[in-house]
């Protein structure tokens, strides 16, 4: 079946402006993630939805930052007056969410970069 | 210390060799073990995944989990070009009950 997909794949922007991202998950899976990679910097976790609602959204950097989630499906990442810090790619993953150790598919991310 | 240190790399090695991957953690309540491996511009792909201390073997590729000693290992035989991706270990669950901790990743090159 699908995987989990993401888009776009690329996007340049310029300093201080809004871009948002979007996940398309697993049809079926209820838990969603967003992750943030910079290079040598590994995973670096953003936030967690289950369903529609984000019990953990410990790792947003800043206010930025934001993150929605409807009909248990679509997510869109939001970052606002972007700066050139958030060059990263930005990937999200979907599981099943019956567990904390479910396996988590990951998308091929989107590249962001802030000029 | 960071909760999860791993040797970036990149490494390089000839096919055919072994070749040793490992990961350091000091959360002692990670209670799963995983590898992950991520080919470029790919998101990173689940390779292999444990609960406890010891060996698991899954054709050429061996993770091998030491708990007293915070320490994890992935092991390739027989390495083959197709191996040549970045490897991140992962550990779970975080402090939340519901998130991985992963490393940064080590960069593998296999030449033929």
């Known amino acids: 079946g699908a995987g989990v997909s993401q888009s776009p794949s690329n996007k340049v922007t310029e300093k201080g402006k809004d871009v948002e991202l979007r996940c398309d998950p697993i049809s079926g899976h209820t838990a969603l993630y967003w992750y943030r990679q910079s290079l040598g910097q590994g995973l670096e976790f953003l936030i967690y939805?289950?369903?529609?609602?984000?019990?953990?959204k410990s790792g947003l950097p800043s206010d930025r930052f934001s993150a929605e989630r409807t009909g248990g499906s679509v997510s869109t990442l939001t970052i606002q007056r972007t700066q050139q810090e958030d060059s990263a790619v930005y990937l999200c993953?979907?599981?099943?969410?019956?567990?904390?150790?479910?396996?988590?598919?990951f998308g091929p991310g989107t590249r962001l970069t802030v000029l | 210390q960071k909760e999860v240190e791993q040797d970036p790399g990149p490494l390089s090695v000839p096919e055919g060799a072994i070749v040793s991957l490992n990961c350091t953690y000091s959360n002692s309540a990670f209670q799963y073990f995983m590898w992950y491996r991520q080919y470029s511009r790919k998101g990173p792909e689940l390779l292999m995944y444990?609960?406890?201390?010891g060996n698991k073997e899954d054709g050429r590729f061996t993770a091998q989990v030491d708990k007293s000693s915070k320490y994890i290992s992935l092991f390739i035989r027989d390495s083959q070009p197709s191996d040549s991706a970045t490897y991140l270990c992962?550990?779970?669950?975080?402090?939340?009950?519901?998130?991985?901790?992963f490393g940064p990743g080590t960069r593998l090159s296999v030449l033929p």
């Open positions: 939805f289950q369903g529609n609602s984000a019990p953990d």
């Open positions: 444990t609960y406890s201390s």
């Open positions: 992962a550990f779970g669950p975080d402090n939340y009950g519901q998130n991985f901790v």
């Open positions: 993953a979907s599981s099943l969410g019956q567990g904390s150790t479910d396996t988590q598919y």
